[in-house]
C-alpha cells in the first residue's frame, strides 16, 4: 500500500511560469517531507524539506507547502528555468520511527524555453 | 557536495551468477541504505545500517544481503541472479537518522 503519492506523472511549464508539484500522504504520523529532484543517470538530489510544526519552507525559488488537515504537499518553483527540467520525488517519514522514508513515484517536470 | 559513488554503474549479466554492487561514502556517515527502483515506481528501502557490524531489512523484501566491515562501505550482494531482479539500485547515506539522504548515482542491473 502506497503511503505517499504522486498523481500527476509529468508536468509541463513554460519557462518564467511557476510550476506546482504535489504530493499526497496517509499516514498521519509523518512529520518530515523531503523533495529530491532527479536528473537522468544520476541519483536523486535533496532539495528541500519542511517538518510538520511548519506550514511553509522557502529556498530561492523553492518553496514547500504542508497542509496537514489535507496530508497534502507541494512544491513550488518559481520561475521556473529549463533546468529544473528533471524528475521530483517526495518523500515522508515518523522521525521518532526509524529513519525509513517513503518515497512517491516521482512527477517529470519540463521546462519549455 | 555528496561524495557517494556507486559501482558498477551498468550491469548485464546471466542467471545463476553471483554479483556485488560497491557502494562507498566519503562523508563519514554513520547511516547507509539501499533502496530498489523500477521505472516509473517509488523507491523501495530493501536494507540499511546504522553504523559498522549494523544491518537490517527493510520493508521490501529483497534476496539480497548486505555488510558494513567499515564506515565508507556498504556493498550488496546477490548470491544468484534472476530476471525478477532487474531493476535500478540506489545507494544512500545520511549524517543522522531522520536527515535528508545523500544519493549515489546508482546501479542500473539487468540479469538475463
Known amino acids: 500500500d502506497q503511503q505517499v503519492k504522486q498523481n500527476s506523472p509529468s508536468l509541463s511549464v513554460q519557462e518564467g511560469r511557476i510550476s506546482i508539484l504535489n504530493c499526497d500522504y496517509t499516514n498521519s504520523m509523518f512529520d518530515y517531507f523531503l523533495w529530491y529532484k532527479k536528473y537522468p543517470a544520476e541519483g536523486p538530489t535533496f532539495l528541500i524539506s519542511i517538518s510538520s510544526i511548519k506550514d511553509k519552507n522557502e529556498d530561492g525559488r523553492f518553496t514547500v507547502f504542508l497542509n496537514k488537515s489535507a496530508k497534502h504537499l507541494s512544491l513550488h518553483i518559481v520561475p521556473s528555468q529549463p533546468g529544473d527540467s528533471a524528475v521530483y520525488f517526495c518523500?515522508?517519514?515518523?522521525?521518532?520511527?526509524?529513519?525509513?522514508?517513503?518515497f512517491g513515484t516521482g512527477t517529470s517536470l519540463t521546462v519549455i524555453p | 557536495e555528496a561524495d557517494i559513488y556507486q559501482t558498477p554503474r551498468y550491469l548485464v549479466i546471466g542467471t545463476g551468477k553471483k554479483i556485488t554492487l560497491e557502494c562507498s561514502q566519503t562523508?563519514?556517515?554513520?547511516?547507509m541504505y539501499w533502496y530498489q527502483q523500477d521505472p516509473g515506481m517509488e523507491l523501495h528501502l530493501i536494507h540499511y545500517s546504522y553504523g559498522v557490524n549494523s544491518t537490517e531489512k527493510g520493508d521490501l523484501s529483497s534476496e539480497s544481503t548486505v555488510s558494513r566491515i567499515r564506515t565508507e562501505h556498504f556493498p550488496l550482494t546477490l548470491e544468484s541472479a534472476r530476471p525478477s531482479h532487474t531493476s535500478q539500485y540506489l545507494c544512500?547515506?545520511?549524517?543522522?537518522?531522520?536527515?535528508?539522504?545523500?544519493f549515489g548515482p546508482g546501479t542500473r542491473l539487468t540479469v538475463l
Open positions: 562523508m563519514g556517515h554513520d547511516k
Open positions: 544512500a547515506s545520511s549524517v543522522l537518522q531522520g536527515a535528508a539522504q545523500y
Open positions: 518523500a515522508a517519514s515518523e522521525m521518532g520511527a526509524g529513519n525509513q522514508f517513503y
